[in-house]
């Protein structure tokens, strides 16, 4: 069964407004958790590293202040994009890592697609 | 700039034979090194991984293969089936298989299983 949940699984929004994106591990906890985004045919970018309790590890390019990462508990990380716009339209993805079902590993969630109108 | 490269976008196989997946980087940092399937809108689910400090590892019909001299590896699955069809990631870590080390994915190859 899945060891990483996220919700929603796809959300529309408006442009302007935020969204926010949960990522659960199950059944273990994560002391880290990462934030990917993917285009069509294209490999996935990772976008933040997150520890539980201190601050996301944003790689280049990514806008912390647009992209809000909280990582409240070993179990759980969100990540809120705020005032959205259509080039923010994309397939999120988070990974846990952790000792879980396959060892110690990443695990990852099932996605989320954001469609920003 | 991409570290981790796959240069086939996609590979068809005839059921039963075998496939092969390539992947090259350019970073030597990397030091451990993971593949993964992963279905349209759907997650990607780990595969098989290998250490810099081996040259082979095998987990029933997958194989990977890792030249360090050479900066590549392979997946091969072998006999393939139907139900292989999928996107393959290859993916690169510096942290030694630590999981909370980031992991450098490649574009991906599409493997089609043909009956």
């Known amino acids: 069964g899945a060891v990483v949940s996220q919700h929603p699984s796809w959300v529309i929004c408006k442009s302007g407004t935020s969204v926010k994106i949960e990522c659960r591990s199950l059944?273990?906890?994560?002391?880290?958790m990462f934030w990917y985004r993917q285009f069509p045919k294209q490999s996935l970018m990772l976008m933040a590293t997150?520890?539980?309790?201190?601050?996301?590890?944003?790689e280049q390019g990514v806008e912390k202040d647009k992209f809000l990462i909280n990582h409240a508990s070993l179990t759980l990380s969100t990540l809120t994009v705020t005032s959205a716009h259509p080039e923010d339209s994309s397939f999120y993805i988070c990974?846990?890592?952790?000792?879980?079902?396959?060892?110690?590993?990443?695990?990852f969630g099932p996605g989320t697609r954001l469609t920003v109108l | 700039d991409q570290q981790v490269k796959q240069n086939s976008p996609s590979l068809s196989v005839q059921e039963g034979r075998i496939s092969i997946l390539n992947c090259d980087y350019t970073?030597?940092?990397?030091?451990?090194f993971l593949w993964y399937k992963k279905y349209p809108a759907e997650g990607p689910t780990f595969l098989i991984s290998?250490?810099?400090?081996?040259d082979k590892n095998e987990d029933g019909r997958f194989t990977v293969f890792l030249n360090k001299s050479a900066k590549h590896l392979s997946l091969h699955i072998v006999p393939s089936q139907p139900g292989d069809s999928a996107v393959y990631f290859c993916?690169?870590?510096?942290?030694?298989?630590?999981?909370?080390?980031?992991?450098?994915f490649g574009k991906g190859t599409l493997l089609t299983v043909n009956p």
């Open positions: 990974s846990a890592s952790g000792l879980g079902p396959e060892g110690d590993t990443q695990y």
């Open positions: 059944d273990f906890q994560a002391t880290t």
């Open positions: 997150s520890n539980e309790g201190s601050k996301a590890t944003y």
């Open positions: 970073n030597s940092m990397f030091d451990y």
């Open positions: 290998i250490s810099s400090i081996k």
């Open positions: 993916a690169a870590s510096g942290g030694s298989g630590g999981s909370n080390y980031k992991l450098t």
